[in-house]
């Protein structure tokens, strides 16, 4: 799961009516700009603790933002995908300085960027209409799993204890 953000033309990024964006016009804007390169895919690891699984998507629209500053670090990599269902740019989970870049290019499509509940998101990467955040760090990374994992160890150790005290009687 994550939350997409899309380049559009049409009011709604899901509406079946409204302009699209072509393959060829995606192209042309992404091939024109040196920070971008065309990969043809994506790939991903998860952060499952117990079973990572890598997972991968390819198609001809695929390009990915190499001047990202978090570019190959910890498997992050800003993938941004033509959607020719849809005519839309579409990238998940961007942080602000993805969203700018979005912006950047949007502008040069003739389009707006919208997240998936429709909202606009201006040149900074905030999006219109709301206060922006006090900190940039606004999806910082959770330790959650890792600490779900530990508890999970800790209750296994607990439960083999006892049944193994159970079983020596």
């Known amino acids: 799961m994550g939350y997409n953000l899309y380049i ?15 393959a060829e016009e995606w192209q ?6 040196p920070a971008m390169r065309c990969d043809g895919y994506g790939e991903a690891t998860t952060r499952d603790l117990f079973c990572p699984a890598t997972i991968r998507v ?9 001047a990202y500053s ?22 998940k989970n961007p942080d602000r300085e993805i969203r700018r870049k979005l912006y950047e290019l ?12 429709c909202e606009v998101y201006d040149a900074e990467g905030y999006q219109i209409g709301v206060p922006k955040p006090q900190s940039d760090d606004e999806y910082p990374r959770s330790a959650l799993p890792v600490y779900l ?8 150790g607990c439960v083999c204890w006892v049944a193994l005290a159970h079983y020596v009687r």
């Not at 390819?58 to 190499?66: K, L, M, R």
């Open 28 to 33: 042309r804007v992404a091939g024109a700009d």
């Open 58 to 66: 390819e198609s001809p629209g695929i390009w990915v933002w190499t």
């Open 70 to 91: 978090r570019h190959g670090k910890d498997g992050d990599m800003a993938w941004v995908e033509h959607e020719p269902d849809n005519g839309c740019i579409t990238t």
């Open 106 to 117: 949007a502008q040069k499509l003739g389009a707006t960027v919208q997240g998936e509940e």
């Open 149 to 156: 994992g530990i508890v999970l160890l800790f209750i296994l």
């Open 8 to 22: 559009t033309r049409k009011q709604n990024w899901h509406d079946e009516e409204g302009e699209e964006i072509t």
